[in-house]
C-alpha cells in the first residue's frame, strides 16, 4: 500500500482544514488507518484512527471533540477534518495503515505516507 497525505496548509487558530490520504492499491478496505503527527522537536504521537470499515473510531484526548476522522473505502481515501485548530495543532501529520487493526503505536502501523505539514497562527 502506498500513500499519500495532502490538505495541509497555514489556517488561523479557531480555523478549520480537512486532510485527505489517498491510498494506492485494491486491499485499502482491509486496514486500519490512522493520523499521527510530529511537531518540531517533538516525538510522533497519534492523533486519530479508524477501523477497516469505518464504524469504529479512536482518538487521542487531545484532539477529541476538534477532530474527524472518516474513510471512503470506494475512493480509498482516508479523511482527517480539524476544526477548533490551536497553535499546539501545528505538525507535519502523516497517515499510515494497519493490517490488523487501528491501534494507537507507531509500531502497529506498516505504512506510512510523506506527511502534509499544518501550521496554525494565534
Known amino acids: 500500500v502506498q500513500l499519500q497525505a495532502f490538505g495541509g496548509g497555514l489556517v488561523q487558530a479557531g480555523g478549520s482544514l480537512r486532510l485527505s490520504c489517498a491510498a494506492s492499491g485494491r486491499t485499502f478496505s482491509r486496514y486500519g488507518m490512522g493520523w499521527f503527527r510530529q511537531a518540531p522537536g517533538k516525538e510522533r504521537e497519534f492523533v486519530a484512527a479508524?477501523?477497516?470499515?469505518?464504524?469504529?473510531?479512536y482518538y487521542a484526548d487531545s484532539v477529541k471533540g476538534r477532530f474527524t476522522i472518516s474513510r471512503d473505502n470506494a475512493k480509498n481515501t482516508v479523511y482527517l477534518q480539524m476544526n477548533s485548530l490551536k497553535p499546539e495543532d501545528t505538525a507535519v501529520y502523516y497517515c499510515?495503515?494497519?493490517?490488523?487493526?487501528?491501534?494507537?503505536?507507531?509500531?502497529?502501523?506498516?505504512?506510512w505516507g510523506q506527511g502534509t505539514l499544518v501550521t496554525v497562527s494565534s
Open positions: 479508524i477501523n477497516f470499515s469505518g464504524s469504529i473510531t
Open positions: 499510515a495503515a494497519d493490517l490488523y487493526g487501528y491501534g494507537d503505536l507507531i509500531h502497529e502501523y506498516d505504512y
